[in-house]
Nanobody
Framework: QVQLQESGPGLVKPSQTLSLTCTVS??????????WSWIRQPPGKGLEWIGY????????YSPSLKSRTTSISRDTSKNQFTLQLTSVTPEDTAVYYC??????????????????????WGQGTLVTVSS
């Protein structure tokens, strides 16, 4: 059974880069046809989709974050994928989740369709952006 675990700093200063890693166990990050995704939930708000890296290494990011550099990369030797978000502000304070599913539609709509549940989620990690 695939399990995901997020790791990274819980506090980041404004204008710095947020960097989180998701470690995959019980399965391979190169397994067809999975989409390895980052999703966040600000306090008191709904889920927000950040982007994904596909089993092949291709990436796609939410248009709402295009104004800032968002990068999702992977290390296949460590079976990990990483999120980097530059120039963070207090509005980036959220619980950050990594998640995975083999169906792209599920990845895209999970934040807006309550009937959709992804195959696997990490437990989430709170990142606070504050000076």
């Amino acid at each position: 059974q695939v399990q995901l675990q997020e790791s990274g700093p819980g506090l980041v200063k404004p204008s710095q880069t947020l960097s989180l890693t998701c470690t995959v166990s019980g399965g391979s990050i190169t397994t067809p046809y999975y989409y390895w995704s980052w999703i966040r939930q600000p306090p008191g708000k709904g889920l927000e989709w950040i982007g994904y890296i596909q089993y092949s290494g291709s990436t796609y990011y939410s248009p709402s974050l295009k104004s800032r550099t968002t990068s999702i990369s992977r290390d296949t030797s460590k079976n990990q994928f990483t999120l980097q978000l530059t120039s963070v502000t207090p509005e980036d304070t959220a619980v950050y989740y990594c998640a995975a599913d083999p169906i792209l539609h599920n990845i895209v709509v999970v934040t807006t369709d309550k009937d959709i549940s992804l195959e696997v989620w990490g437990q989430g990690t709170l990142v606070t952006v504050s000076s």
